[in-house]
């Protein structure tokens, strides 16, 4: 199989193969590592890229029953894992690229979606706050205090920010990938400083996120999943 890729240099230490739902490609590299050593990384992984590639499915052309069935394509920090279910009582467990849900009547997809949704709900309460905390100290030196944080399913929005409140962070959002993660958390807490989208705001959201433009685009990729 062969496929074009885009190659991204930056001030990293490691290489990294990315595939979205769009099918397109990204090799992120260091700044000094050489070509060969970038083919060779690619052409090591050309079985899993074929893999991920087949997999991307646009949910509005399964159904419910597709979507939440055995062997079914679902997406954790950006990575694609297949469903593994088994009746029995609720407990899941993750392990390589797969992960297994015991539910109750393993054959309804209603019960099947709602134990996938509380496992993500887990996993995103754990994360998130874990990525909250480590975020925030830049913006506690502004004079902030860390705002409580809320999880919660939304259709159009990945988060938000409420002065009375705090933070709301969607649960689909533990789908994408850790960077992607990282600028929602950063744009909400930003508006602790500037609550409009406005010049102020962008500026510091570069101050604390210079590349956040090209987050934001690569995190608009996984709208669909």
């Known amino acids: 199989m062969s496929f074009e890729y885009q190659l991204i240099r930056s001030r990293r230490r490691t290489l990294e193969l990315r595939v979205y739902p769009d099918h397109r490609i990204e090799v992120r590299a260091p700044m000094r590592c050489s070509m060969r ?3 060779e990384f690619v052409d090591e992984r050309r079985d899993w890229v074929e893999k991920r590639l087949n997999g ?3 949910p509005v052309q399964q159904s419910a029953e597709e979507r939440f069935s055995h062997g079914s394509e679902h997406y954790y920090l950006g990575n694609s894992f297949r469903l593994l279910l088994s009746t029995g009582r609720s407990k899941a467990r993750f392990s390589d690229d797969a992960l297994t849900l015991y539910v109750t009547d ?6 099947v979606e709602k134990a996938l ?3 993500y709900r887990r996993q995103a309460q754990q994360y998130f706050s874990e990525r909250l905390d480590a975020l925030f100290p830049a913006f506690a030196a502004r004079g902030f205090t860390v705002p409580p944080l809320t999880l919660r399913k939304m ?8 002065q009375r409140t705090g933070m709301t962070l969607n ?6 990938p850790p960077h992607c993660i990282d600028y929602v958390v950063v744009h909400e807490l930003c508006h602790l400083e500037h ?3 406005g010049p102020g705001f962008k500026g510091l959201m570069t101050k604390m996120m210079p590349d956040w433009t090209q987050r934001k685009k690569e995190l608009n990729q996984f709208q669909r999943i």
């Open 56 to 58: 991307f499915v646009a």
């Open 37 to 39: 050593d970038i083919n």
């Open 106 to 111: 393993s054959a309804d997809p209603s019960k």
């Open 117 to 119: 949704d509380t496992w």
């Open 155 to 162: 259709r159009s929005r990945w988060g938000s920010l409420s």
């Open 195 to 197: 609550m409009n989208h």
């Open 171 to 176: 649960t689909e959002l533990i789908k994408t």
